[in-house]
């Protein structure tokens, strides 16, 4: 028991004082979550049509800066959207890119399951 008195002589009120308010407003902070968060976004409401505008908007720039440095691109994004999306059939060649070889690996992998379906070694 003399420990304990000598113990809590020692401690000093004003060091137990701080520790007791800088855990009580931390703890009281985060309930209310009065430091809120400065850095949270604040987003705009955004419709398809805007997307799709950025997106061309996006890709026309990159297309440029591209160009710039010498470099030919298939915008697809900026230019055949608007025909793509008249006719299904071209908008779906033009996102499986149907129009473009085939690479060889994938030829060859193919030409691998075939055989070892078929049975062939």
Do not use: C, Y
Request: aromatic share 2%.
């Amino acid at each position: 028991m003399n420990r304990v008195i000598s113990w809590l002589n020692s401690i000093r009120l004003r060091q137990l004082i701080t520790v007791l308010l800088v855990s009580l407003t931390v703890f009281v902070g985060t309930a209310f979550d009065l430091h809120g968060n400065p850095l949270q976004a604040q987003a705009q409401k955004v419709s398809a049509s805007t997307k799709a505008e950025r997106i061309r908007e996006d890709a026309e720039k990159s297309a440029k800066l591209l160009a710039k440095e010498g470099i030919q691109v298939k915008n697809q994004a900026a230019g055949s959207t608007q025909e793509a999306s008249k006719n299904p059939v071209n908008n779906i060649r033009a996102k499986l890119n149907l129009d473009e070889p085939i690479d060889p690996g994938t030829k060859q992998v193919g030409e691998e399951i075939k055989d070892t379906l078929t049975g062939k070694d």
